[in-house]
């Protein structure tokens, strides 16, 4: 592994199987995630974007490896490293009871604060509980650390004792996030953490994140809704199309001066508060996403892609590096 | 500027929720003798109290123009539109008093059987969920078809060529092959446009769209808020009420804006002098805690504090637990919505001093 890296991803497939017939025999697989290799640097944001069913949820459910052990028949290929005090570990290899010793290294927000939350713990119990399977601190330990966690995102040790349905949506998401940081984790993978949340909510959240990533050195693996929020916190951004990356870039290249045209129509369908760009270039792509049960032959964006040639059917572009660090699967642009 | 289409004045929606502690002291505070004579004579209504989703709202919208109502989850903008066609669940809601205007009729006054004839061929709606609000054992064209069939007397030949020619506008291929299929064949994206192929088949004057991009992908939104305008263009008279929480789909397709907070109008302005030059605090706010494109990493300006409770609105200015301007006038007395320039009102009392 790279030094620099925390986390190296090489060629991860996930494939889901799909049953049908009369004694629901596996008829088909849906490639979820299709042959992609990604590394999260030490400290970095790495924000996944691209529209719904193109794999970006699934690759943070593989990353955290709870895919293979909720859902069998689901087959995930590929080698995930992560860098440990202990070492350097391909947590695809590992067992389900080895995978819960490296847990506490790697945590997850989620999106819905409402759902995510048990509603018959206390929020004091909601944040201990990975403490008792992660370390060995005794009582007294685990509630100072409960109490310390909740001042740090931004609420009182005395509300420990209350219940989730007495906080509102951004508060709860506060004790999301504090339940994420229980163990001291290296990596924190956020999937649409401040996509159920008010605007004026929304920002809050994505401070604290901000401030609290600087603070406990958190490598971000971002999974955004609103793309607007991903340029904003993102210091690389990866695009990505029915399963595969489109584009992989520093966040301000890709988003201000994306190269392949899928990330181009995307990003420029992003609405912008401000009334004087209301005629600005939009590129509306025709059509939806195709089912990815069937994807096209050779590159998948080909049919909605506005400049497809009929070359496009026959190879699968792989990315290629346009400008230092901007990689764009499609050899008919540039930066 | 055109016609006013809708009229809205003084419209209040509560919903009585149970409250058996509040309510003791409930009989101190109503100074409104309509909600009193509300409670004298309504028996349901014993042990609740007032939520106040909506309350003293008054607005126009022109024939022509795409009027926003944005605001935050319990701001009143989604009561204040299912007010206008009186889709409000009774019990526990009800329009406590007000006028809607609907062409010079009011449509609060109007028999429940009456107010049918303006739904669909007057007034049309599309919600948010476009998962949901269509039947999911219906096949698609008989949907259409049951809209039409409802509203106007003709053949059921003519208004399968009519459905057809509906979801051709918007965009779906081979409409006679997808006449036949159920919701669940089609996509997100797909049904929505379905759902505007129905509140557009009967040409509506006013089309309210609650949410209608909220469940679905940027590239999806595009499309589909670039199908409403161009439907609108093509009829001149018509009017779109857009309610959304989406700060960048309002900059792009309202002329108008409704900012609306704890169940009260703070701001109307055109949408130009709105994102330039916001006047309260609240939409300044708003305005700030955007992630701002030129300044990336940079900390973002979020409003402090949480929305209250609908039960627990301050007394006063509805704003003034979380405003940084706030004075002490902002807690003893309710600022007046003014116009301080032309076609722009504010309710906040830093501006009164200019009127």
């Known amino acids: 592994m790279n030094p620099e890296n925390i986390l190296e991803i090489k060629d991860l497939k996930v494939k889901f199987p799909v049953s049908g017939g009369l004694f629901l025999r596996k008829v088909a697989e849906v490639k979820a995630v299709d042959g992609v290799s990604f590394e999260l640097r030490k400290g970095e944001t790495l924000g996944l974007v691209g529209e719904s069913g193109c794999g970006k949820s699934t690759i943070g459910k593989a990353v955290i490896n709870i895919l293979k052990f909720s859902s069998h028949d689901v087959e995930i290929e590929g080698e995930i490293w992560m860098r440990t005090d202990a070492g350097e570990i391909d947590l695809n290899k590992l067992s389900r009871s080895e995978m819960r010793k490296h847990r506490g290294n790697i945590q997850m927000i989620f999106q819905d604060p409402y759902s995510s939350l048990n509603a018959r713990m206390s929020v004091g119990q909601i944040i201990e509980e990975p403490l008792l399977y992660h370390t060995n601190m005794n009582k007294k330990e685990r509630e100072d650390r409960v109490a310390w966690l909740l001042e740090k995102v931004g609420l009182q040790a005395e509300q420990s004792k209350r219940y989730p349905h007495e906080f509102s949506g951004g508060q709860r998401q506060r004790i999301g996030i504090a339940r994420a940081l229980s163990t001291n984790p290296k990596i924190i993978i956020a999937d649409e953490p401040v996509s159920a949340l008010d605007v004026s909510i929304q920002a809050q959240v994505i401070n604290l994140l901000q401030n609290l990533q600087e603070e406990f050195d958190l490598s971000l693996l971002f999974i955004p809704h609103d793309l607007s929020v991903v340029e904003h916190i993102s210091s690389r951004i990866v695009v990505m199309y029915l399963g595969k990356f489109c584009e992989v870039g520093e966040g301000y290249r890709v988003y201000h001066h994306p190269i392949h045209p899928y990330s181009k129509a995307l990003l420029s369908a992003v609405p912008v508060p401000n009334p004087k760009l209301k005629n600005k270039e939009r590129i509306i792509l025709k059509g939806d996403v195709p089912s990815p049960m069937n994807k096209p032959s050779g590159c998948v964006f080909r049919t909605r892609c506005p400049i497809a040639k009929p070359e496009c059917a026959d190879f699968i572009p792989p990315l290629e590096e346009k400008e230092p660090d901007h990689y764009a699967a499609c050899p008919y642009v540039s930066a | ?355």
């Open chain 2, 1 to 355: 500027m055109h016609k006013k289409l809708v009229e809205i004045k003084n419209l209040k929606t509560y919903f009585f929720v149970e409250d058996t502690e509040k309510q003791k002291s409930l009989h101190l505070e109503i100074s409104d003798p309509v909600l009193m004579e509300l409670y004298k004579t309504d028996k349901y209504l014993k042990n609740k109290v007032p939520a106040k989703a909506v309350d003293d709202v008054s607005f126009d919208i022109y024939e022509g123009e795409v009027l926003g109502i944005v605001g935050e989850s319990g701001s009143g903008k989604s009561v204040t539109a299912y007010s206008i066609t009186r889709l409000i669940p009774d019990p526990p809601g009800k329009i406590v008093s007000g006028e809607v205007f609907f062409k010079g009729k009011d449509l609060l006054k109007i028999s429940f059987e009456e107010m049918k004839k303006y739904r669909g061929n007057e007034i049309s709606m599309i919600f948010q969920e476009p998962m949901t609000s269509l039947n999911p054992v219906m096949k698609i064209g008989d949907q259409i078809l049951e809209a039409i069939l409802n509203h106007e007397e003709i053949s059921k030949e003519e208004a399968e060529k009519k459905a057809i020619e509906m979801l051709t506008l918007v965009g779906i291929s081979s409409p006679e092959k997808r006449m036949k299929d159920y919701p669940h064949q089609f996509s997100g994206g797909m049904r929505q446009r379905v759902m505007i192929a129905m509140a557009l088949a009967l040409h509506p004057s006013l089309l309210i769209a609650d949410e209608p991009t909220t469940a679905l992908d940027v590239t999806i939104q595009a499309q589909i808020l670039e199908l409403m305008l161009r439907l609108k263009r093509e009829r001149e008279e018509s009017a779109i009420l857009l309610i959304t929480h989406n700060l960048g789909v309002v900059a792009e397709t309202c002329d108008r804006v409704i900012v609306m907070y704890g169940g009260k109008i703070q701001e109307i302005s055109e949408v130009d002098p709105l994102f330039e030059k916001p006047l309260h605090p609240y939409t300044v706010g708003l305005l700030s805690s955007l992630p701002n494109p030129d300044l990336p990493m940079e900390e973002l300006k979020a409003i402090p504090g949480n929305i209250p409770h609908i039960l627990e609105l301050p007394k006063a200015c509805k704003f003034n637990t979380r405003c940084t301007k706030a004075f002490d006038k902002c807690f003893e007395v309710e600022p007046e919505l003014l116009e301080v320039e032309k076609n722009r009102f504010v309710r906040c009392h830093l501006y009164e001093s200019e009127k």
